[in-house]
């Protein structure tokens, strides 16, 4: 299996700023993807991290909100930028390798 | 992870007895669907999928049915045990452009299991 590494596991951040999630694979997976879960709610899918292009964002989430860098196979990056307490949720990145996707732990924001 | 599954539909089951767990999908050209669980504070993992040319997959324990007339997937566990409480998903697999594909998640169904 693959094993992907999240940071920060949690913050709490202020109204207003921006926060960069890292993502780590263990292996060189062909797509990675960010989800959103609010809390008590299931996974929403933000965007496909493209390795080399711009992401592809889902409808109702945008490059300005939530640029998302892919630098190589293995890394990915989501910003979650000019943060309000709508934004307080877990975001998790998820990469598929061998035909199927796994998960990170998650990045839980609070944003007060 | 303590908010996971907070407003989600509960499912309560006595240790030992069968569990089903439903999820109605939505897209009739999804090919591929998979069932995850997740505890606690942690990423959802895979438990079980199914092609759509199939209408039942068996694992350990566990058997997902498919009825793709009216779009519906179901789990069943056998003889639950508290390590199965967790909440649970359903994604459906929808094709991109190029190839790719990306998954779609349910609305989740919270397991708990009491002795």
């Known amino acids: 299996s693959a094993v992907i590494s999240q940071k920060p596991s949690r913050d709490i951040c202020q109204r207003g700023t921006s926060l960069t999630i890292q993502c780590q694979v263990d292996?060189?997976?062909?797509?990675m993807f960010w989800y959103r879960q609010q809390p008590g709610q299931s996974l929403t899918l933000i965007a496909t991290?493209?390795?080399?292009?711009?992401?592809?964002?889902e409808s109702g989430f945008v490059i300005d909100k939530f640029p998302i860098s892919r630098p190589n196979l293995t890394f990915s990056t989501l910003t979650v930028s000019n943060m309000s307490p709508e934004d307080s949720s877990i975001y998790l990145c998820?990469?598929?390798?061998?035909?199927?996707?796994?998960f990170g732990e998650g990045s839980r924001l609070t944003v007060l | 992870g303590e908010s996971v599954g907070l407003h989600l539909p509960t499912l309560s089951v006595q240790e030992g007895d069968n569990s089903i767990i439903n999820c109605a999908y939505s897209?009739?050209?999804?090919?591929?669907f998979i069932w995850y669980k997740q505890e606690s504070g942690k990423g959802p993992q895979f438990i079980i999928d199914?092609?759509?040319?199939?209408d039942k997959r068996q694992g350990q324990r566990v058997t997902v049915l498919l009825n793709k007339t009216v779009k519906h997937l179901s789990l069943q566990i056998a003889a639950t045990q508290p390590g199965d409480s967790a909440v649970y998903f359903c994604?459906?697999?929808?094709?991109?452009?190029?190839?790719?594909?990306?998954?779609?998640f349910g609305a989740g169904t919270r397991l708990a299991v009491h002795p």
């Open positions: 998820s990469g598929r390798w061998t035909g199927e996707l796994f």
């Open positions: 292996s060189q997976v062909t797509m």
């Open positions: 991290a493209n390795q080399g292009s711009e992401a592809t964002y």
């Open positions: 897209n009739s050209a999804s090919d591929y």
């Open positions: 199914i092609r759509s040319n199939m």
């Open positions: 994604a459906e697999n929808t094709a991109l452009s190029g190839g790719y594909n990306k998954l779609i």
